[in-house]
């Protein structure tokens, strides 16, 4: 348009008749141009898919795109894939695709690989088009990109560390009381269909009528995993989204708690424990995650149990911190609801607690806990050996296998020196 209107300025004041003709021709073109983007300007759709659909840390996924338009199309379009930083440089490719179906869809693929937990949007596609003269170029965003979820990958655990519990066999044994009176509490009166090799002949004798004795019932063992989300466990600022759907991982000290708990949560699922998550005020851990396909679920069960436990951890962050927070924060220790809780789930199974950053005082607050479990483990991470020392202690003395560990302490070493109580850093 400048070149063009020079041309005829230098037309008008030379009264050169081709100088006039060829300004004409230079604003032309670019008008003609621009209309030309307006009307071949086609309506394009995205539809974006992951294999597998939530991906293990350390993995890569496969992403498919398929792409199609309505309307006309002039040309080829080249278009990007937007990433996060995180996750590399997006592919670039041409539309059409070389190979078009039979319904119009041009369809694509691609390897991504996901270094680290957290949720990340995949995304946008950015159409790059220009006109039928080759004069402009237009870019646009066609969709409004995919989340994806990227969970902590497990640690192996050694089994050694519960033996001896109940659980490790799989159910737990229980009886229904039909009857107050304590000489009773194993028979219950006969039913239509009950074997005559159950019949209990002394109640029998007692109540003047058939008493059978009551049958067991098996149960799935409970384990109860407390992960610390207390602002004050892990001084620096978590990661979190980003308008743009960039993630940063927590600081060290978090994520070492989350891969910790979610290597538990393997290791137990794995000993066919059901599982609670709470958080040190007595909350279900994952309510307080974005990420989690079940924040409301009081336990989980089974594998299906264990890839919900997965997701919720995908994105979890200490509490206050998932706007990126960090004012006052009040209940930023271990609440009476924990306590209640814990107690309520009685000799069911393990209690296994992760924690950051933890004071002597509040371990005397948590240590009356392991009372009430089967066994009470805690795994203690802060940013240097020694820093919670007098917290480990404290619930070593109460009856908890304790111990204290740093960012670079390997996960599966921590879970052994539960039991040997001795760690080298």
């Known amino acids: 348009m400048?070149?063009?209107?020079?041309?005829?300025?230098?037309?008008?004041?030379?009264?050169?008749r081709d100088l006039l003709h060829l300004s004409v021709f230079l604003l032309l073109v670019p008008a003609a141009a621009w209309i030309s983007t307006r009307l071949f300007r086609p309506g394009l759709t995205v539809e974006r898919s992951t294999e597998p659909?939530?991906?293990?840390?350390g993995q890569r996924a496969e992403v498919h795109l398929a792409i199609s338009h309505t309307g006309a199309l002039v040309g080829r379009m080249s278009m990007a894939e937007q990433l996060?930083?995180?996750?590399?440089t997006g592919p670039d490719f041409a539309?059409?695709?070389?190979?078009?179906?039979?319904?119009?869809?041009?369809?694509?693929?691609?390897?991504?690989?996901?270094?680290?937990?957290?949720?990340?949007?995949?995304?946008?596609?950015?159409?790059?088009?220009?006109?039928?003269?080759?004069?402009?170029?237009?870019?646009?965003?066609?969709?409004?990109?995919?989340?994806?979820?990227?969970?902590?990958?497990?640690?192996?655990?050694?089994?050694?560390v519960l033996s001896g519990l109940r659980g490790i066999e799989g159910v737990i044994a229980t009886r229904m009381q039909a009857n107050p009176a304590e000489d009773d509490v194993m028979t219950r009166e006969y039913r239509h269909g009950d074997p005559m090799r159950r019949v209990h002949w002394a109640a029998t004798a007692r109540h003047g009528q058939l008493m059978v004795r009551q049958?067991?019932?098996a149960t799935s063992p409970e384990a109860t995993i407390i992960l610390d989300l207390r602002r004050g466990a892990f001084p620096v600022v978590a990661g979190r989204p980003t308008p743009t759907g960039e993630w940063a991982p927590g600081p060290p000290e978090f994520e070492w708690a989350v891969t910790a708990a979610m290597s538990v949560a393997a290791h137990l699922a794995d000993l066919d424990y059901s599982l609670?998550?709470?958080?040190?005020d007595g909350s279900l851990a994952l309510s307080h995650s974005p990420s989690s396909s079940g924040p409301d679920a009081p336990e989980y069960s089974g594998r299906t149990g264990l890839a919900a436990v997965a997701e919720g951890l995908a994105a979890i962050l200490p509490r206050g911190r998932e706007n990126g927070t960090s004012g006052p924060h009040t209940g930023d220790g271990f609440g009476d609801l924990l306590l209640d809780r814990l107690e309520a789930h009685?000799?069911?199974?393990?209690?296994?607690?992760?924690?950051?950053?933890?004071?002597?005082?509040d371990a005397r607050v948590l240590a009356p806990a392991g009372t009430v479990a089967e066994r009470a483990l805690a795994l203690v991470v802060s940013d240097h050996p020694g820093a919670c020392r007098g917290a480990v202690e404290v619930l070593r003395s109460a009856g908890w296998f304790a111990v204290e560990a740093t960012p670079s302490t390997r996960i599966d070493a921590a879970w052994l020196a539960l039991t040997a109580e001795v760690l080298p850093w």
């Open 84 to 88: 996060p930083s995180t996750l590399g």
């Open 53 to 57: 659909p939530v991906v293990e840390a």
């Open 276 to 280: 609670r998550l709470l958080d040190t």
């Open 215 to 217: 049958e067991e019932s």
């Open 346 to 361: 009685g000799q069911r199974g393990p209690i296994v607690a992760v924690l950051g950053r933890t004071t002597a005082d």
């Open 2 to 16: 400048i070149t063009g209107a020079v041309v005829l300025l230098a037309a008008q004041a030379m009264g050169r």
């Open 95 to 160: 539309y059409p695709g070389r190979t078009v179906g039979a319904d119009g869809v041009s369809r694509y693929r691609y390897q991504l690989s996901c270094p680290h937990r957290g949720l990340f949007v995949l995304g946008p596609v950015e159409a790059r088009s220009s006109d039928v003269f080759g004069v402009t170029e237009q870019r646009t965003r066609i969709d409004d990109g995919t989340l994806l979820t990227v969970t902590p990958a497990p640690v192996p655990l050694a089994a050694s």
